[in-house]
């Protein structure tokens, strides 16, 4: 009998730590999509890639030109004697190395715009997730990448993304 008590009482403290469990909510986030479709990630990613597609127009012609000055020193090679030709093949070098480094510096700046840009929106959605789970009772929210299978009805990616565009509009990247 005394088994059978201590057997009861187990069960039950299982049970009941059991339901306690079962009553968190857990939810999920499509992050990628808050960052990318909010007002505020939507007009970095324009401004980004405006700047980009600038950049490369710029560094076509430039590249036009280091070509043109190429095949003009070849057609001048014989005419030209050997110190004038080093001369200004190094010249050209010279050029073509500044052009690589500004093309590398320009797309390095880029990346850590963008960087940028996505490290001030995720400080800005940290307090925003925060306010939500505490409003809302959530004990954990997951990012929809790893989430295998899962109710559309726990997704709050739509709800934070409103939240989001309320608070901050756009971002200044400059």
Request: with cysteine; glycine share 2%.
């Amino acid at each position: 009998m005394k088994y059978l008590v201590k057997l009861f009482v187990v069960t039950f403290f299982i049970i009941s730590c059991t339901n306690l469990h079962a009553e968190e909510k857990i939810t999920y986030i499509d992050l990628k999509y808050v960052l990318n479709f909010s007002k505020a990630g939507k007009g970095a990613q324009e401004y980004l890639k405006k700047t980009f597609n600038d950049n490369q127009k710029k560094f076509m012609e430039i590249e036009k030109k280091l070509k043109s000055e190429e095949e003009k020193l070849i057609s001048q090679k014989t005419s030209l004697s050997k110190e004038d030709y080093k001369k200004k093949s190094d010249e050209l070098r010279k050029k073509v190395n500044e052009y690589q480094s500004d093309r590398r510096a320009s797309i390095d700046d880029i990346a850590k715009k963008r960087a940028d840009a996505k490290n001030q929106l995720i400080a800005i959605l940290d307090p925003i997730l925060k306010s939500y789970v505490d409003e809302n009772g959530i004990s954990l929210i997951l990012d929809k990448k790893i989430v295998i299978a899962g109710k559309t009805n726990i997704d709050i990616t739509s709800i934070i993304v409103e939240k989001l565009n309320k608070k901050i509009p756009s971002l200044n990247i400059k």
